[in-house]
T-cell receptor
Framework: GQSLEQPSEVTAVEGAIVQINCTYQTSGFYGLSWYQQHDGGAPTFLSYNALDGLEETGRFSSFLSRSDSYGYLLLQELQMKDSASYFCAVKGGSARQLTFGSGTQLTVLP | IAGITQAPTSQILAAGRRMTLRCTQDMRHNAMYWYRQDLGLGLRLIHYSNTAGTTGKGEVPDGYSVSRANTDDFPLTLASAVPSQTSVYFC???????????FGQGTRLTVV
């Protein structure tokens, strides 16, 4: 099966940079995704890494190291609206389904 | 309809009753999923369908069933609800299995 670990909570101040780490175990790996979820809302897709390296999308970047079974989401120039839960999700296993981590609650302070 | 729609948005259900959560998408996505979200446990896959006419079991399938008669609809049925099925249920779809998933707004189900 698949399993993922990420920190449960992270706190940072507005304008700062924060990194949310994710380690995973899977029997077959196809990619690592990141999703954002605001309280009471639906998860929304942020990024996807299938190959090693950094993917940049505006203020958000995502990194993958397949040899270390590790990835991270980097949020720059933090804004109050970035306060949300962030989930990493691995595409893996024989069914190639998305398995989500338990989520990291990011709190951005003024 | 734009994107993926779930109904109802919330429901209080007596234990032992049968309930079907509805999910419809208009993006012509091949794959559809049902997740449940419980505090501290993230999103757990209940059932999935990679194409119309096929379904598969996820991480927590017991007590739930699904069908995929066509591309657009993917209903989730609780045959006899139990309190442990109290949760927020999200339906999602993606172009193909494991690619970027689009989520509905969720159904908050309380079984009493």
């Amino acid at each position: 099966g698949q399993s993922l670990e990420q920190p449960s909570e992270v706190t940072a101040v507005e304008g700062a940079i924060v990194q949310i780490n994710c380690t995973y175990q899977t029997s077959g790996f196809y990619g690592l995704s990141w999703y954002q979820q605001h309280d009471g809302g639906a998860p929304t897709f942020l990024s996807y890494n299938a190959l090693d390296g950094l993917e940049e999308t505006g203020r958000f970047s995502s990194f993958l190291s397949r040899s270390d079974s590790y990835g991270y989401l980097l949020l720059q120039e933090l804004q109050m609206k970035d306060s949300a839960s962030y989930f990493c999700a691995v595409k893996g296993g024989s069914a190639r389904q998305l398995t989500f981590g338990s989520g990291t609650q990011l709190t951005v302070l003024p | 309809i734009a994107g993926i729609t779930q109904a109802p948005t919330s429901q209080i259900l007596a234990a032992g009753r049968r309930m079907t959560l509805r999910c419809t998408q208009d993006m012509r996505h091949n794959a559809m999923y049902w997740y449940r979200q419980d505090l501290g446990l993230g999103l757990r896959l209940i059932h999935y369908s990679n194409t119309a006419g096929t379904t598969g079991k996820g991480e927590v399938p017991d007590g739930y069933s699904v069908s995929r008669a066509n591309t657009d609809d993917f209903p989730l049925t609780l045959a006899s609800a139990v309190p442990s099925q109290t949760s927020v249920y999200f339906c999602a779809s993606s172009r193909d299995r494991g690619t970027e998933a689009f989520f509905g707004q969720g159904t908050r189900l309380t079984v009493v």
